[in-house]
DNA sequence: GTTCTTGCAAAATATTTGCAAGACG
DNA sequence: CGTCTTGCAAATATTTTGCAAGAAC
């Protein structure tokens, strides 16, 4: 992907591509799992962790990116898939380790399709299911 | 129900029935929605913060209460259903209102039965769907 | 008396914001 | 210029823990 790529993808969901978002967007890109901000805050240094705040909170809202929560303290974001962009359909269920942390994404199981009464305007689904993973359990 | 009911409750789950245990117990009954720390905090009071949040990682630990994420900053808990009382299969989904932050329970809406690999155990499920809720939309 | 529980106070962890300087156009 | 963005520092909001006193057995 070139520059122009990463610019491209800002600028089609309506973000100024200023190097910080392009760098956090690359960032996103090069990991297949979540990340939450501490982990943003090094591999990203010397950006500063309000900045990145900003441009995650900026992501969020324009929905390339999913915010996860796993029960561990810290918010993960990761990049909608890039054919859909959109956070309320374009998710998959997440498994937490309880015991090592980890966070597994479940690609392959697809989210059930809710009925919710008409008058709930649905913008993102949060699936976590938590236990032991194989790596510690038994 | 009697004192002793709730005492029984306890004592069923290998729970040593406290005064303060008892008297988070009753607390988290009467509220039909889930609560949070500082909610408690409240209307238990004068209980120490520290102590009912002790009680509810017990409770949560034996399993007669869920933890809820829903992405507003506090964890909240609900009890779990009187007869079940099991984390992992007594669950709905939850919707978290972004404009209002009430949180409903969607208790008509069973959650899926999902084929996790048989590696992974599953403890506890969390199904958040947030949007707006009926009485901030339109 | 030994162990469990509680209250108080403070620590720890994350998220979020205020503000002034700088970049952009 | 005027607006948007950034970095730095600090405020907030919760959760979590240390410790000594008290209760339970």
Redesign the interface.
């Known amino acids: 992907m070139t520059h122009t790529d990463f610019e491209n993808i800002l600028i089609g969901k309506g973000i100024k591509p200023t190097a910080n978002r392009i760098l956090v967007l690359k960032e996103l890109m090069r990991n297949s799992h979540p990340v939450n901000l501490a982990d943003l805050e090094i591999t990203l240094a010397p950006m500063d962790k309000g900045s990145i705040f900003r441009v995650l909170q900026l992501f969020s809202e324009k929905e390339i990116i999913h915010?996860i929560?796993?029960?561990s303290r810290s918010l993960k974001y990761e990049l909608c898939t890039a054919e859909h962009h959109h956070t309320?359909t374009d998710q998959h269920?997440h498994?937490f380790c309880?015991k090592c942390g980890d966070l597994y994404c479940?690609d392959s199981?697809s989210l059930?399709d809710?009925?919710?009464?008409e008058?709930?305007?649905?913008?993102?689904?949060?699936?976590?299911?938590?236990?032991?993973?194989?790596k510690c359990?038994n």
Chains 1, 2 share one sequence.
Do not use: H, Q
């Open positions: 915010v929560e796993d029960g309320a269920p498994f309880e479940l199981i059930p809710l009925k919710l009464p008058a709930f305007t649905v913008k993102s689904i949060n699936f976590m299911i938590k236990g032991i993973c194989p359990g």
